[in-house]
């Protein structure tokens, strides 16, 4: 993994920001790899939001001749925007710009950008997330140390492949390269499989009250990936459903094994003790080896005094401000990071200052 400063971009547009588009963008501005962020996102209050946190430095609503001056442009949507998205994009999209994406499924977009003739276009997936979703929730810390999945096809460019790699592992995370239906076919496994598995164990309980009223730390571990956004977790599932077909059946077949070895006590020991060693094998993601920042971002209104009123609020309740730094200021308003003592002092001011009024969020 590198820990120089990577290839610096002087535009950069970041597409959808929200909780990856948001991370990326911190990751670019945080490691200083890009001049200029733009965000785009078909969202009023979501580009306000990054705006006004210090996410982004402009906005866009559509895309446009102003795609001219990219040179790196980063797709975070929603997977089923996706293929529309590029063929609204393809036209301004300038030939030199490296494009990537940060979609869970990945065979039916490398395809698309192909079709279309983006010849910079390099397929990623960064294996990383939240249940909580948004700008507000959006960390560089998120990338630290996750596999980001890159599916380049016999058509991509070394030379593209070559540079998003750099981009990657200056983001923090480690790049690993892969045919785009060998990615669907694992993911489909590991990832999209395990959320299905989550939807009806949570169905079973939802149909007995007494279920849940035993559901402990267990179960809600097994089911955590159930309280992603329903409607993104829809659409990422359909759009690798052949893939995800065929691992249901696996897992049917994995089932039924089980079940028969419930009569010869032996085997299901040998099958308890081989899930057990697998599972203790995984490979445990610590997000940063750096020593935690205790930072706070405040999103503030264009109003005379908001340092002041900022540290009454958190002054009166014994928090002390170790830092404090104005990221951005802007006509509508602007956003303050602050340094904060203790690490328990974020939640607590992030609660006193959502009192009043003031958004907030954790920076990574």
């Known amino acids: 993994m590198s820990t120089g400063r990577g290839e610096v971009y002087k535009t950069a547009v970041v597409v959808g ?24 996102d078909a969202s009023a209050q979501a580009l306000e939001e990054a705006l006004a946190l210090g996410v982004i430095d402009e906005v866009r609503a559509t895309p446009g001749e102003w795609l001219s001056a990219a040179d790196l442009v980063i797709l975070a949507v929603p997977v089923k925007a996706l293929s529309p998205l590029a063929r609204e994009l393809a036209p301004y999209l300038p030939s030199s710009a490296l494009v990537t994406d940060v979609g869970s499924v990945k ?21 990383t997330g939240s249940e909580r979703g948004g700008v507000a929730n959006a960390s560089a810390g998120l990338l630290e140390n996750a596999i980001w999945v890159l599916t380049p096809t016999e058509r991509t460019p070394l030379r593209a492949l070559s540079r998003m790699r750099r981009l990657v592992e200056h983001l923090g995370a480690a790049a690993v390269v892969m045919p785009p239906d060998a990615h669907d076919n694992l993911v489909a496994t590991i990832s999209h499989l395990p959320y299905l598995a989550s939807l009806a164990l949570t169905h079973m309980v939802a149909r007995d009250e007494r279920l849940s009223l035993l559901a402990a730390g267990g179960f809600r571990d097994l089911t955590r990936v159930a309280s992603g956004d329903p409607r993104m977790s829809r659409d990422m599932v359909v759009e690798n459903k052949l893939a995800l077909r065929e691992a249901i059946q696996r897992f049917s077949r994995q089932l039924e094994h089980l079940a028969d070895t419930l009569d010869d006590p032996e085997e299901l020991l040998v099958s308890a003790v081989e899930g057990k060693r697998t599972r203790d094998n995984l490979p445990v993601v610590k997000r940063s080896l750096l020593p935690p920042k205790y930072d706070l971002v405040v999103a503030v209104p264009d109003k005379p005094n908001q340092i002041g009123a900022v540290s009454r609020i958190l002054g009166e309740a014994s928090i002390n401000i170790k830092d404090i730094e104005v990221l951005a200021v802007r006509e509508h308003g602007g956003a303050l990071r602050l340094g904060l003592e203790e690490e328990s002092d974020v939640q607590r001011a992030a609660e006193l200052l959502g009192a009043e009024g003031y958004k907030t969020r954790n920076r990574g």
């Open 107 to 127: 065979s039916a977009i490398a395809a698309e950008f192909e079709a279309l003739g983006v010849r910079n276009f390099v397929p990623g997936h960064p294996m």
């Open 17 to 40: 920001v929200g909780l990856i588009g948001g991370s990326v963008a911190l990751g670019l501005r945080d490691r200083l790899l890009a001049h200029r962020i733009i965000g785009l």
